[in-house]
């Protein structure tokens, strides 16, 4: 008994400490049960989060996937299909997902299952590292993606659920912000380690160990989430399968705030997709090294590491205005590449010049995931929750394969003319933001 209570303040002291407030158990978002419970939750929520986001950072459709599938031999199209894939694949499926999550009183159990298939999905791309190579190996390697993505879905649903229904709305943008947080500064470390030659020289074999070791990151993840003491909710609404959930797409018709955040957050897939083509700029300014590979993770662990415990206390405050700034300064990047492009192009070839705006960018995207993330979380409550989230999900799925055919303007307009064009939408997608109405209160 003596050791429970002794776990029991360590725990209520660390998270007093991770939020900074001294009145950090008190939260009316969340029934009473629930918040006596907050602290252990938040905590082991965090380290799954943790877990979780460092597999992401070792498998980045962005980065170290297209490094993998070009040491293997694939063909330089499928590069292309990466982002598009992995994103709108975890989103499609989600008004089907959400009709079997809503019969679950528990739900953490179907993230726990999410978080083991795509273990075994990245395992799968370890191996097909290891053992094929050519066309075969980049068709094995997007059909995994396509199976890692489709996982990632019945997490995505079920964690907003959870996140609502344990941790109380003054905490939710802080616990996404720590866990960025944590995640940027292990892909720094990791990045540097690159730099330094500490882990050899770039090599199928090194790529693939990195994937082999971001499946055991999400088996740790899936494990430690097991543990969250989630109360029984909702369960109305989820008997009529499919025909209940494309009824839910109504919302769009009947909740403007809804409506108008998704168009908001369809637009503002900028910061997602201009990473990509600043890679793209990279390879044909530079060269495809180690080295280069390192940069971009380290731009990309630094934005996280620098940025995710400000835009989190930020989006606690108003995520609404975390997505406007977000997105302006988004939209800001490209721009600043477009200029460069046309005025000054032999700034390009610098090797400190797209690691650095890919930093920005980095610090860019971590805003507009933080607020919208934490905008929908508080947007809505229960089993409505449940239904902004897959409907959301599925919509920006569609947008993500539509934005995807943004590419094929490339040879017309070059890779800075399409970055210009991403600018734009996250200009439109902040002035959309600017409309919203505040949740944070």
Same mark, same amino acid.
């Given at each position: 008994?003596?050791?429970?209570?002794?776990?029991?303040?360590?725990?209520?002291?660390?998270?007093?400490?991770?939020?900074?407030?001294?009145?950090?158990?008190?939260?009316?978002?969340?029934?009473?049960?629930?918040?006596?419970?907050?602290?252990?939750?938040? /905590?082991?929520?965090?380290?799954?989060?943790?877990?979780?986001?460092?597999?992401?950072?070792?498998?980045?459709?962005?980065?170290?996937?297209?490094?993998?599938?070009?040491?293997? *031999?694939?063909?330089?199209?499928?590069?292309?299909?990466?982002?598009?894939?992995?994103?709108?694949?975890?989103?499609?499926?989600?008004?089907?997902? $959400?009709?079997?999550?809503? #019969?679950?009183?528990?739900?953490?159990?179907?993230?726990?299952?999410?978080?083991?298939?795509?273990?075994?999905?990245? !395992?799968?791309?370890?191996?097909?590292?290891?053992?094929?190579?050519? !066309?075969?190996? *980049? &068709?094995?390697?997007?059909?995994?993606?396509?199976?890692?993505?489709? !996982?990632? =879905?019945?997490? !995505?649903?079920?964690?907003?659920?959870?996140?609502?229904? #344990?941790?109380?709305?003054?905490?939710?943008?802080?616990?996404?912000? &720590?866990?960025?947080?944590? $995640?940027?500064?292990?892909?720094?470390?990791?990045?540097?380690?690159? +730099?330094?030659?500490?882990?050899?020289?770039?090599?199928?074999?090194?790529?693939?160990?990195?994937? $082999?070791?971001?499946?055991?990151?999400?088996? +740790?993840?899936?494990? +430690?989430?097991?543990?969250?003491?989630?109360?029984?909710?909702?369960?109305? *609404?989820?008997?009529?399968?499919?025909?209940?959930?494309?009824?839910? %797409?109504?919302?769009?018709? #009947?909740?403007?705030?809804?409506?108008?955040?998704? /168009?908001?957050?369809?637009?503002?897939?900028c910061s997602a997709l201009t990473?990509?083509?600043?890679?793209?700029?990279a390879h044909q300014e530079l060269?495809?090294?180690?080295?280069? %590979?390192? %940069?971009?993770?380290?731009?990309?662990?630094?934005?996280?590491?620098?940025? *995710?415990?400000?835009?989190?206390?930020?989006?606690?405050?108003?995520?609404?205005?975390?997505?406007?700034?977000?997105?302006?300064?988004?939209?800001?990047?490209?721009?600043?590449?477009?200029?460069? =492009?046309?005025?000054?192009?032999?700034?390009?070839?610098?090797? &400190?010049? %797209?690691?650095?705006?890919?930093?920005?960018?980095?610090?860019?995207?971590?805003?507009?995931?933080?607020?919208?993330?934490?905008?929908?979380?508080?947007?809505?409550?229960?089993?409505?929750?449940?239904?902004?989230?897959?409907?959301?999900? #599925?919509?920006?799925?569609?947008?993500?394969?539509?934005?995807?055919?943004?590419?094929?303007?490339?040879?017309?307009?070059?890779?800075?003319?399409?970055?210009?064009?991403?600018?734009?939408?996250?200009?439109?997608?902040? &002035?959309?933001?600017?409309?919203?109405?505040?949740?944070?209160?």
């Open positions: 008994m003596t050791d429970t209570s002794h776990r029991s303040g360590l725990t209520d002291d660390i998270y007093e400490k991770l939020v900074n407030d001294e009145d950090a158990r008190a939260c009316k978002s969340i029934p009473e049960s629930a918040c006596q419970e907050v602290s252990g939750n938040f /905590l082991k929520t965090l380290l799954s989060m943790f877990f979780s986001k460092l597999g992401d950072a070792l498998v980045n459709p962005k980065i170290t996937l297209p490094w993998l599938m070009q040491s293997v *031999g694939a063909p330089a199209w499928m590069l292309g299909w990466l982002v598009p894939i992995r994103e709108s694949g975890s989103m499609l499926p989600q008004l089907a997902i $959400a009709s079997v999550v809503r #019969t679950m009183a528990v739900r953490k159990w179907m993230w726990v299952l999410g978080s083991a298939l795509q273990a075994l999905a990245v !395992s799968g791309i370890a191996a097909v590292a290891f053992f094929l190579e050519g !066309s075969i190996a *980049g &068709w094995s390697m997007l059909a995994l993606v396509v199976i890692f993505s489709l !996982s990632r =879905g019945l997490s !995505s649903v079920a964690s907003k659920d959870v996140l609502g229904k #344990t941790i109380p709305k003054p905490r939710r943008g802080t616990l996404n912000g &720590w866990a960025e947080t944590a $995640a940027g500064l292990i892909t720094l470390t990791v990045a540097l380690l690159l +730099i330094s030659g500490v882990l050899g020289e770039g090599s199928t074999t090194l790529y693939a160990s990195g994937f $082999a070791l971001a499946a055991l990151m999400w088996i +740790i993840a899936g494990g +430690i989430y097991a543990g969250i003491n989630e109360f029984p909710g909702e369960t109305d *609404g989820g008997n009529n399968g499919l025909k209940e959930a494309f009824a839910r %797409l109504s919302l769009l018709k #009947t909740d403007a705030p809804f409506r108008r955040f998704l /168009l908001s957050r369809s637009l503002l897939l990473a990509p083509f600043i890679v793209v700029l060269d495809a090294a180690i080295s280069m %590979l390192a %940069l971009f993770m380290a731009a990309s662990g630094a934005g996280s590491l620098v940025s *995710g415990r400000f835009w989190g206390r930020f989006a606690d405050v108003s995520s609404r205005l975390v997505m406007v700034r977000a997105g302006m300064m988004s939209a800001a990047v490209g721009g600043v590449i477009f200029l460069l =492009g046309v005025f000054r192009s032999e700034w390009l070839s610098e090797i &400190w010049v %797209l690691p650095l705006l890919y930093f920005v960018l980095s610090i860019a995207h971590q805003g507009v995931r933080l607020g919208r993330k934490t905008y929908v979380v508080n947007l809505g409550e229960g089993n409505k929750r449940t239904d902004y989230v897959s409907v959301g999900n #599925t919509l920006i799925g569609v947008m993500l394969l539509m934005t995807g055919f943004i590419s094929l303007l490339e040879p017309l307009i070059g890779v800075s003319g399409v970055i210009l064009i991403l600018s734009f939408m996250g200009m439109a997608g902040s &002035w959309m933001a600017i409309k919203l109405p505040e949740v944070e209160r």
